[in-house]
């Protein structure tokens, strides 16, 4: 037996929502799909889902080429989801490139995937020093220092970076570094997937062609 075959009959040996799933009745879902949202989301923290508001940011450059990564999700509004970043990062980058992202929520305990397609707009750099100055000390020192996604020679670098870091900070509480970004996806796609032990997986997709229409519903094959 090869290894392939071993990881092969490994995978195959797992077992899918061993927990069960609940019910989902499309027809009784909201016209607003961020309600909806806001009603699996308060379900999976009632669960005791670990970390719900983790979700997998996904953004490609001016080519096309793809890149994801999981943050989480710091506000959800009318206007949509909403995560920072550096401006200088990868994904902060690729959306100056190209402004399409897409979100994925997945709450297995419960059987539930959320889907996101939409626009990422900047907040503008009011907004994003805000956000960075509410943000809890340890996660501003590691905001502070500008190099996300850039090589590291030593991990000992972190170390005395972020020692200067917090020396600047504690001298200068308010500081905001200009590279912050504050996004919000607007969202012109969102996808609920409740997942069925059957394979029977409940699929309902919204659509609106912009952040100005209404929104159209439909199911979808699993």
């Known amino acids: 037996m090869t290894n ?8 195959r040996g797992l077992p899918v ?8 009745d499309p027809d009784a879902a909201p016209e607003d799909p961020l309600d ?8 999976a923290v009632e669960a005791g889902v670990p970390e719900p508001h983790a979700m997998v940011v996904s953004t490609a450059d001016g080519r096309g080429v793809p890149s994801a990564r999981v943050v989480i999700l710091k ?22 490139q190209n402004q399409g992202a897409a979100l994925t929520f997945h709450w297995k305990e419960r059987g539930r995937q959320v889907r996101v397609r939409g626009v990422a707009e900047y907040a503008g750099a009011e907004a994003s020093a805000e956000d960075f100055r509410r943000r809890p000390l340890e996660s501003r020192v590691a905001g502070l220092h500008g190099r996300q996604s850039e090589p590291l020679g030593e991990l000992g670098e ?3 970076v972020a020692d ?3 020396e600047h900070l504690a001298h200068d509480p308010g500081l905001a570094p200009d590279d912050w970004g504050l996004y919000v996806v607007v969202p012109y796609e969102v ?12 699929r309902l997709r919204y659509e ?3 952040a100005d229409s209404t929104w159209n519903r439909g199911l979808l094959w699993p």
């Open 75 to 96: 506000d959800l509004s009318w206007r949509g989801w909403w995560f920072a970043t550096t401006t200088t990062s990868r994904k902060g980058r690729e959306l100056e």
């Open 164 to 166: 200067s870091s917090r």
């Open 4 to 11: 392939d075959d071993s990881i092969r009959d490994l995978l």
């Open 208 to 210: 609106r062609p912009d």
């Open 36 to 43: 909806l949202f806001r009603s699996w989301f308060a379900d």
């Open 191 to 202: 996808e609920f997937w409740q997942g069925d032990p059957d394979r029977r997986h409940v």
């Open 158 to 160: 972190i170390d005395r």
């Open 17 to 24: 929502f061993a927990a069960g799933t609940p019910v989902f």
